[in-house]
DNA sequence: CAGGATCCCGCTAGATACTG
DNA sequence: CAGTATCTAGCGGGATCCTG
């Protein structure tokens, strides 16, 4: 039947489209920095430790793994490694661990990682500039509703 | 005991911590354009559909609800509407209902929304330039580490 | 100190069916 | 056409315990 066969159609073109939103360089830079704790990370790393305070200049240190684990504070342990090493496979950072009694493993971000640190500048001089009226006009909307 | 509220206030810290994250306004930001449907969203009515070729201009435009639902060909109803109300309620887009028979809806991008959407021609040139050094990154540690 | 291994729970996206 | 309502499975992420 060809309504039959038009579902297909549909559910083919679904599936090619979705296998192009997996391969698309901006979904896939996406779905890194919209991981809560990579960003988060970057700063870190980055040096800049107040994220609403953007006139802090780079002061970029390697930083050991109790340290980011102490400054973000609200990680646990599974998700920092895990971030950490997804981190390192995509060569934003490097990991360095000194074979002393306890070990000491540092981290540090590379000139990629360092880069990407300076694209989320961006976003969160948007995020200042405009998002209060977001809030804004939520509540409005919100208030409008009720 | 000490290590009771040593814990304690530990706990406490993270709950600051967290409660910090969810004030930031970097990472509002960031949770509303990391959903998938966003992005497109505000592709589909800014006007490049194909968002791999940034040289399109922009032709801002209204679109009806089915066109939105066809040209993103993976989304389901429930995701677009949801999507399309929360966009609504942000002042990111308008709502348009006419009452013919049967009802016809369009939105439109609020020039807030557009400037969001220009927003994402920085990420989208971000990727572009640097994602394929990411992709060969992680090839290269996959094959060192196999 | 810096993680690995497990269990487990909440949330959310998706499918399906119905409506003004 | 443009949604709403409901149900469910899958999985991301936290907590917990253990190790070189």
New interface residues.
């Given amino acids: 039947m060809t309504t039959t066969k038009a579902a297909q159609k ?1 559910d083919q ?2 599936a ?3 296998a192009f ?1 997996a391969a ?8 890194r ?2 991981d ?1 704790w990579v ?1 988060l990370i970057l700063c870190a790393l980055g040096g800049d430790n107040s ?2 305070q953007p006139g802090t200049a780079d002061a970029p240190k390697a930083m050991r793994y109790s340290e980011i684990s102490r400054l ?3 990680v646990s342990q599974k998700m920092l490694t895990q971030t950490l090493r997804s981190l ?5 950072l490097t990991r360095t661990a000194t074979p002393t009694v306890p070990v000491t493993v540092s981290y540090e971000l590379t000139d ?1 990682g360092l ?2 640190h300076h ?2 500048r ?3 001089n ?3 500039t ?5 809030l ?3 509540e409005n ?2 208030a409008r509703t009720t």
């Fill in positions: 549909r073109a679904k090619e489209y979705n939103l698309c360089p901006s979904r896939q830079l996406l779905d920095i919209s809560k960003v994220p609403t973000l504070a609200g390192e496979r995509d060569g934003l990629l880069s990407l694209m989320t961006g976003l969160r948007w995020a200042q405009h998002m209060d009226e977001v804004t006009n939520r909307h919100d």
